[in-house]
């Protein structure tokens, strides 16, 4: 069967056994909300049950927990709210529970963070990409966010590339697993310390600096999802499906977000294109999605380069001062 044969078929969905959407909060209760309302406009919100996971607060935080979790149970727009509130703070076990508890039901699952905002066909692509793409060993998960850089003006054939954004992410349980048995057979860091071929290919892709952060992940005990999927898809040579134009964007990027600073295109609203109709490839040539994702590292500031690796380096042995600091910040560094 060749792609248009593909493309024509008629994929319906199984509105009793949608996957069910994820949200990992905290204190941002006004992200929250527009979290949840963006979610609430989609046509599948009604027959999809909603995980609200929300980490217990830090002293401090209290008030603003609280007024999340009160919001959380006022929810009314789906199917049903399960809402797993932590007893005690603890990031990684919040993010575990949200990519794990949810595959009980059927296997699959749509996570976010509370500082992201969906189409209103958000839910159809993803629960459209899940039953497409399960049972194609090359695609490893779907991403809701495509950048302005790889945005289609016209096309709706959905494109693939090897950089996840957990900005809506859509995961199957065994290909989780799968994802968790090799980080846990295996860390990153000791991966790339170990194998100098693999180390230089992975430097020349995505620099130095992301090297030094797997090495500060393992000596810290840190586990950052959205990394290590990054390196796992990129050394098995697996894809990332994204739609033709975003279908979600990170809110957070407005100063808010614990690891985010004040970024304009990811919150750029005039990517969001208003159309719920998509051509889902089945076949995808694996240098267009290498130039798709060098094309977004590029535009992150995040290609490698000469004088980026050697910052880098300079900055993780010794911190240099403030502006300095401020002026390779603000050129993009």
Known sequence: ?????????????????????????????????????????????????????????????????????????????????KLIFQKKNNLKKNMQDLFQMAFEINGKSIIMEDDTVVHKSFLKFMNMSLNIYEKVDKIHCISGYVGPENHLEKSIDVQAYLVPDLAGIGIWKKKHFDFLNDYHSCHPWLRLKKNFYYCIKFIFYFGISKILLFKEMYD??????????????????????????????????????????????????????????????????????????????????????????VYALIAYFYKPPKIIRRFFKKIGF
């Not at 739609?243 to 990027?253: A, C, D, I, V």
């Open 220 to 309: 810290k005990n840190l586990f950052y999802e959205d990394y290590l999927l990054e390196e796992y898809i990129y050394r098995k040579k697996k894809l990332v499906i994204i739609p033709p134009f975003t279908l979600t964007l990170n809110k957070g990027y407005d100063g808010s977000g614990i690891n985010c600073g004040t970024l304009e295109e990811f919150q750029n609203e005039n990517f969001l294109r208003y159309s719920d109709n998509f051509d889902f490839l089945i076949k995808f040539d694996e240098s267009r999605a290498n130039q798709l994702t060098k094309r977004t590292l590029k535009f992150r500031g995040l290609k490698p380069n000469l004088v980026r690796q």
């Open 1 to 81: 069967m060749n792609n248009t044969e593909e493309k024509d078929r008629n994929y319906n969905l199984d509105l009793q056994n949608l996957a069910p959407v994820s949200v990992s909060v905290y204190n941002r209760v006004e992200h929250f909300k527009n979290c949840i309302k963006s979610l609430e406009a989609n046509d599948l919100a009604k027959y999809s049950i909603l995980y609200v996971f929300s980490d217990a607060a830090l002293p401090g935080d209290e008030d603003e927990v609280s007024k999340v979790r009160e919001y959380a149970r006022s929810i009314s727009g789906f199917k049903s709210t």
